[in-house]
C-alpha cells in the first residue's frame, strides 16, 4: 500500500535539453510499470508522449516559461495552449522571477492568473524557485499562487541551486489557507528525501530518480 501511495505522488520527469525519442519511450514504459501519477516532459516531446501514454491513466506534464520564468506573458499563453491542445493534461509553469523580486507583485499574480483561466481547467502549478527565495519570499510567492488561482506551488525548476527541503515545504504548508497543493522538486534523488517531503506536506513529488526511489521501496 506504501509503495502505491508514494508512486501515485510522482511525476517522473526527464527535462533535460538532450532527451532523444528512445528515452521518452522507456519513461513512458517506466511509468506505466510502476503507476506514477505522470510524466513530465519539454514541450517539443509531448506528441511522442501522447502516443505512448494515450490509452493509460499515466498524466502527461509538461513546462511553460521553462527554467527562468522570463518569457513574456503571451509567450507563455501560447506555450500552454500548444502544449494542452497536443496532449498534456498538467502544467508546471515558471513565475517571472525578476518581476517578483522586483516586487513587482501586480504583475506576477495577473500573469498567473491569466495561465489559469486560459488551461479550461487542466492542472496548473507555479514554479517560485524557492532555493533563490528567502523565507519571507517564499511566503509571499506562496500566497500569490494561491491568490491567482493555480492548483500548486512547486518548489523547483531544477536548474538552480537548490531545489525542495522540508523546511520550504513546511513554510508553504503553513502560508497555504485553501487546497491548493505543494509539488516538491529539485535534487529529490533518493526514498528518504520522498518520505521527509511528503510528510512536511508536499502532495505532489517530481524527480528523475523515480525507479531509484521505487526500487528502495521494494528492497525494504
Same mark, same amino acid.
Given at each position: 500500500?506504501?509503495?502505491?501511495?508514494?508512486?501515485?505522488?510522482?511525476?517522473?520527469?526527464?527535462?533535460?535539453?538532450?532527451?532523444?525519442? $528512445?528515452?521518452?519511450?522507456?519513461?513512458?514504459?517506466?511509468?506505466?510499470?510502476?503507476?506514477?501519477?505522470?510524466?513530465?516532459?519539454?514541450?517539443?516531446?509531448? !506528441?511522442?508522449?501522447?502516443?505512448?501514454?494515450?490509452? +493509460?491513466? =499515466?498524466?502527461?506534464? %509538461?513546462?511553460? #516559461?521553462?527554467?527562468?520564468?522570463? !518569457?513574456?506573458?503571451?509567450?507563455?499563453?501560447?506555450?500552454?495552449?500548444?502544449?494542452?491542445?497536443?496532449?498534456?493534461?498538467?502544467?508546471?509553469?515558471?513565475m517571472n522571477i525578476g518581476y517578483f523580486k522586483d516586487k513587482k507583485?501586480?504583475? =506576477?499574480?495577473?500573469?498567473?492568473?491569466?495561465? =489559469?483561466?486560459?488551461?479550461? #481547467?487542466?492542472?496548473?502549478?507555479?514554479?517560485?524557485?524557492?532555493?533563490?527565495?528567502?523565507? @519571507?519570499?517564499?511566503?509571499?510567492? $506562496?500566497?500569490?499562487?494561491?491568490?491567482?488561482?493555480?492548483?500548486? =506551488?512547486? +518548489? %523547483?525548476?531544477?536548474?538552480?541551486?537548490?531545489?525542495?527541503?522540508? @523546511?520550504?515545504? @513546511?513554510?508553504?504548508? %503553513?502560508?497555504?489557507?485553501?487546497?491548493?497543493?505543494?509539488?516538491?522538486?529539485?535534487?529529490?534523488?533518493?526514498?528518504?528525501?520522498? @518520505?521527509?517531503?511528503?510528510?512536511?506536506?508536499?502532495?505532489?513529488?517530481? %524527480?528523475?530518480?523515480?525507479?531509484?526511489?521505487?526500487?528502495?521501496?521494494?528492497?525494504?
Amino acid at each position: 500500500m506504501r509503495k502505491k501511495i508514494i508512486a501515485s505522488c510522482i511525476d517522473h520527469t526527464l527535462l533535460k535539453p538532450d532527451v532523444s525519442f $528512445s528515452q521518452i519511450n522507456q519513461l513512458c514504459q517506466e511509468a506505466q510499470t510502476y503507476d506514477f501519477h505522470s510524466v513530465c516532459v519539454n514541450p517539443s516531446l509531448i !506528441n511522442e508522449t501522447y502516443k505512448q501514454l494515450k490509452s +493509460t491513466p =499515466v498524466k502527461i506534464c %509538461s513546462v511553460v #516559461g521553462f527554467p527562468l520564468g522570463a !518569457n513574456i506573458s503571451t509567450s507563455k499563453l501560447m506555450e500552454i495552449e500548444t502544449c494542452l491542445n497536443v496532449g498534456a493534461s498538467e502544467i508546471d509553469m515558471v513565475m517571472n522571477i525578476g518581476y517578483f523580486k522586483d516586487k513587482k507583485y501586480k504583475f =506576477v499574480s495577473e500573469e498567473i492568473s491569466s495561465m =489559469v483561466d486560459n488551461a479550461n #481547467g487542466k492542472i496548473i502549478k507555479v514554479i517560485i524557485e524557492a532555493g533563490l527565495l528567502n523565507k @519571507e519570499e517564499i511566503i509571499t510567492a $506562496s500566497q500569490l499562487v494561491e491568490d491567482s488561482g493555480a492548483h500548486f =506551488v512547486k +518548489t %523547483s525548476t531544477g536548474f538552480s541551486d537548490f531545489g525542495a527541503s522540508p @523546511e520550504i515545504i @513546511e513554510t508553504i504548508k %503553513s502560508t497555504l489557507k485553501s487546497d491548493t497543493k505543494i509539488k516538491a522538486s529539485g535534487g529529490i534523488k533518493n526514498l528518504n528525501q520522498v @518520505e521527509k517531503l511528503i510528510d512536511a506536506g508536499a502532495d505532489r513529488i517530481g %524527480s528523475s530518480s523515480g525507479i531509484i526511489i521505487m526500487k528502495e521501496l521494494t528492497d525494504k
